[in-house]
């Protein structure tokens, strides 16, 4: 079936996976939900993530997405939100970027030059389209 929107698709899979304790949860594949797991994997959010073949059908793949906790248990992703939503976009110069929680969370960002978090964004000089905050 469908998904209107893959991005609050895959964020809600990663959040349910988290209040589970699951080690790994499978995604639908896209470019834009493979991009934010490279961000989520460089900041440190998750551990990895692999392009895995579909059980259902054979023309598009899963996101199989390793999930990273702490060492006594505590979940590292705490709060996981979508921001601009298919119905309403929300985009953000970049001297709008505040860092989140003082640096301990990110926003990811969908920029002319790819998708980033938004200490890439400041680094870069460049703003967008925010996607989601990371806690």
């Given at each position: 079936?469908?998904?209107?929107?893959?991005?609050?698709?895959?964020?809600?899979?990663?959040?349910?996976?988290?209040?589970?304790?699951?080690?790994?949860?499978?995604?639908r594949s896209s470019k834009v939900c493979?991009?934010?797991?490279?961000?989520?994997?460089?900041?440190?959010?998750?551990?990895?993530?692999?392009?895995?073949?579909?059980?259902?059908?054979?023309?598009?793949?899963?996101?199989?997405?390793?999930?990273?906790?702490g060492r006594a248990g505590e979940k590292?992703?705490?709060?996981?939100?979508?921001?601009?939503?298919?119905?309403?976009?929300?985009?953000?110069?970049?001297?709008?970027?505040?860092?989140?929680?003082?640096?301990?969370?990110?926003?990811?960002?969908?920029t002319p030059k790819g998708v980033m978090?938004?200490?890439?964004?400041?680094?870069?000089?460049?703003?967008?389209?925010?996607?989601?905050?990371?806690?």
């Open positions: 079936m469908p998904v209107t929107d893959p991005i609050a698709d895959m964020l809600t899979r990663i959040r349910n996976a988290a209040m589970r304790y699951q080690d790994t949860v499978r995604i493979l991009s934010i797991a490279e961000t989520l994997k460089a900041e440190g959010f998750i551990d990895g993530f692999e392009v895995v073949a579909c059980e259902r059908t054979q023309v598009q793949n899963d996101l199989l997405v390793r999930m990273r906790y590292v992703i705490r709060r996981l939100q979508r921001v601009s939503k298919p119905g309403r976009r929300i985009y953000a110069k970049v001297k709008e970027l505040k860092p989140v929680l003082g640096g301990m969370g990110i926003y990811i960002l969908s978090s938004d200490r890439q964004a400041r680094e870069s000089n460049i703003g967008g389209e925010v996607l989601c905050r990371v806690e």
